[in-house]
């Protein structure tokens, strides 16, 4: 079964710091690839997403991702965090099948 | 405003009441799904809807049931709740399976 894992639990960073959050997952086919966050309190949002085509995705408040399909990798990354970065986030896998799998979330805790 | 509308925001029940969660959206959207999400888990699928009267089993269905008469509400069913199904359950839509899911805005279920 397709299978998503995220490196980091719980990831801690100063304001303007950099982020790097990791994805990997197990399906060896073609994927549709997502992250969402999750305010405190709120539901899932999406960021952004890949489909086809230039592997490095922009998203929405200043967040991209890289997909790499080598490496079944689909990091999400922001130059320089803000408080209000402060959520939890979840990348998900869809195998075109009916498998749209989640990560178990990594927490970020940006302090000001 | 596109949007998927669940109901109860929060319940408080008792072991054994049977219970139903409301899930609507007005995007026209032909899939739809219902997620749990636990501490640590992320989020995991408990029954999917391609379409009107097509159901299927997610991940975690015991002790669920769901029901898609109509394209718009997907209600999920608690016939017997247990305290293991006390969790954060969000209702999501999409125009087909392989599109970026949108969420509602949760129920948090207790069941003592």
């Known amino acids: 079964a397709q299978s998503v894992s995220q490196h980091n639990h719980h990831v801690i960073l100063s304001e303007a710091a950099s982020l790097e959050l990791g994805c990997n997952y197990s399906y060896g086919g073609t994927v549709n690839l997502f992250w969402y966050v999750q305010y405190p309190g709120q539901h899932l949002q999406l960021l952004l997403k890949y489909f086809s085509g230039d592997p490095l995705v922009k998203g929405i408040k200043g967040f991209e991702a890289e997909f790499i399909k080598s490496k079944f990798s689909f990091n999400l990354r922001k130059p320089s965090v803000q408080w209000s970065d402060t959520a939890e986030y979840f990348c998900?896998?869809?195998?075109?099948?009916?498998?749209?799998?989640f990560g178990p979330g990594t927490r970020l805790s940006v302090l000001p | 405003e596109a949007q998927v509308t669940q109901n109860p925001r929060y319940l408080i029940t008792v072991t054994g009441k049977k219970l139903t969660v409301t899930c609507s959206q007005n995007m026209n959207h032909e899939y739809m799904s219902w997620y749990r999400q636990d501490p640590g888990l992320g989020l995991r699928q408990i029954y999917y809807s391609m379409n009107v009267e097509v159901t299927d089993k997610g991940d975690v269905p015991e002790g669920y049931k769901v029901s898609r008469k109509e394209k718009r509400n997907f209600p999920l069913i608690l016939e017997s709740p247990s305290p293991n199904q006390t969790s954060l359950y969000f209702c999501?839509?999409?125009?087909?399976?392989?599109?970026?899911?949108?969420f509602g805005s949760g129920t948090r279920l207790t069941v003592v």
């Open positions: 998900a896998v869809n195998d075109y099948g009916q498998n749209f799998v």
């Open positions: 999501a839509s999409s125009l087909s399976d392989r599109g970026p899911r949108v």
